[in-house]
């Protein structure tokens, strides 16, 4: 095991300065390779927090599954920083009321900063159960929020909008938690399938650019000419420098070579999985995908014993959507990627609220044969035949199949 290693002199310096009044926040992401073991944490972020025994410093310590929390005083929080940036992540950015200042490891042991105009504001007060934290806080002017009508000039949420303030909000944590899986040391390629209004495509950007700081090329795609046209030029108005919008189906229009995230929000039935089929043969690291409509499989879905269920129209169609959503999620697993479906805003909103993240493993090896195994089979349950998105895969995926069939006991007859 190598040892420990620490920090040049002038990073932990400018750590040292930071916990104090003037500190607002640090988020430490993009582990090192070879540090990050199955189920670790991916990223930490730290805030102040005002406790009965003074100001501490509140550590969130992001798994895939779950957060946990710990206070420090301001020592151990300037020592566990360091050591972290030390030895387990590459990037730090660092907020504070005099001045944002992004943190990357170069080679040998060596680190880069940059240094700019603060983006934040102190939080009025750091009570410990505070309310909801978000990426783009309310109160501070934000343009594209702005260009798109959800804040005003002085940066208030506008009354009508705040759900969709929260949605976008919502959409940037998801994609947050993901973003120590997209590579730094290159300009970062984002393909958005039926980018419609593009609220959040103009989110995307700016938590890739804004906020942490990515050289980001984003190509938008929608069919609808007039809404390109309305995105494009508030890109050109807010000099949104790598964003772009092109009129184009989803269905049939080419995604570039290299993809390093992929994003299809309320994409029609097989829409989100062309743009799936896409992004899974282009090796894309990262997957987001809010489907919307799913009419392919509901006519063919029947489960012997539920039919109770199969007999209301409604109860099936959901069922049918559920049962579509697991499809999809089986075949990113069998080919490469670790799957999750989560909530991605309130039911009261719309239905249409789930949203399937997917990253690539690092192996990229596939499933076990038992997961080929469990998909057949639950096909079989469902009663459907081949799914539109293994049809879109192709050989490709057959093979995968094949692969996990070889390395089982037997395929099945």
């Not at 009321?97 to 940059?114: L, P, Q, V, Y």
């Not at 007060?125 to 909801?132: D, I, P, Q, T, V």
């Not at 097989?270 to 990262?286: G, H, M, N």
């Amino acid at each position: 095991m190598s040892s420990p290693l620490a920090l040049p002199g002038n990073v932990q310096t400018l750590l040292a300065d930071a916990f104090g009044p003037g500190f607002i926040a640090l988020i430490l992401s993009k582990r090192r390779k070879g540090t990050a073991a199955e189920g670790s944490f991916t990223k930490v972020s730290v805030r102040p927090v005002q406790l009965e025994r003074g100001t501490f410093y509140q550590f969130t310590w992001h798994y895939p599954r779950k957060e946990t929390h710990e206070n420090l005083d301001r020592e151990a929080a300037t020592a566990r920083c360091s050591e972290l940036l030390a030895n387990t992540f590459e990037h730090a950015h660092l907020f504070t009321a005099a001045a944002d200042h992004e943190i990357r490891a170069r080679s040998a042991g060596r680190f880069r900063i940059r240094t700019s105009a603060p983006s934040r504001k102190p939080a009025q007060e750091l009570r410990h159960n505070r309310g909801k934290q978000y990426l783009i806080p309310e109160g501070v002017p934000n343009p594209f929020l702005h260009a798109i009508g959800v804040m005003n000039r002085e940066g208030r949420v506008l009354a009508a909008r705040y759900h969709k303030f929260r949605q976008i909000n919502r959409f940037l944590e998801l994609v947050n938690d993901v973003v120590p899986h997209l590579p730094s040391e290159r300009p970062l390629h984002v393909f958005d399938f039926g980018s419609g209004k593009s609220y959040l495509t103009f989110a995307l950007h700016h938590l890739l650019a804004g906020i942490h700081g990515f050289d980001v090329r984003i190509v938008g795609v929608d069919r609808n000419a007039d809404v390109i046209a309305d995105c494009a030029r508030i890109a050109r108005e807010l000099n949104l420098e790598g964003l772009e919008f092109h009129v184009g189906d989803i269905l049939s229009y080419p995604a570039p070579p290299r993809v390093d995230l992929t994003v299809a929000l309320h994409a029609c039935d097989t829409a989100t999985d062309a743009a799936l089929a896409q992004a899974i043969e282009r090796d894309c690291p990262v997957i987001l995908a809010v489907p919307c409509c799913q009419h392919e499989l509901a006519p063919q879905i029947h489960v012997k014993g539920l039919e109770p269920l199969h007999s209301q129209g409604i109860l099936h169609e959901r069922f049918a959507a559920l049962a579509t959503d697991a499809l999809r999620a089986a075949v990113l697993e069998i080919c490469g990627y670790s799957t999750q479906i989560v909530e991605f805003i309130d039911m009261e909103h719309t239905a249409k609220n789930l949203l399937i993240r997917a990253v690539r493993r690092e192996n990229g090896s596939d499933r076990p044969a038992a997961a080929v195994r469990e998909y057949r089979e639950y096909k079989r349950t469902l009663g459907v035949g081949t799914p539109y998105l293994e049809r879109a895969l192709g050989d490709s995926f057959q093979q995968r199949l094949a692969s996990g069939e070889s390395d089982g006991e037997s395929p099945e007859s």
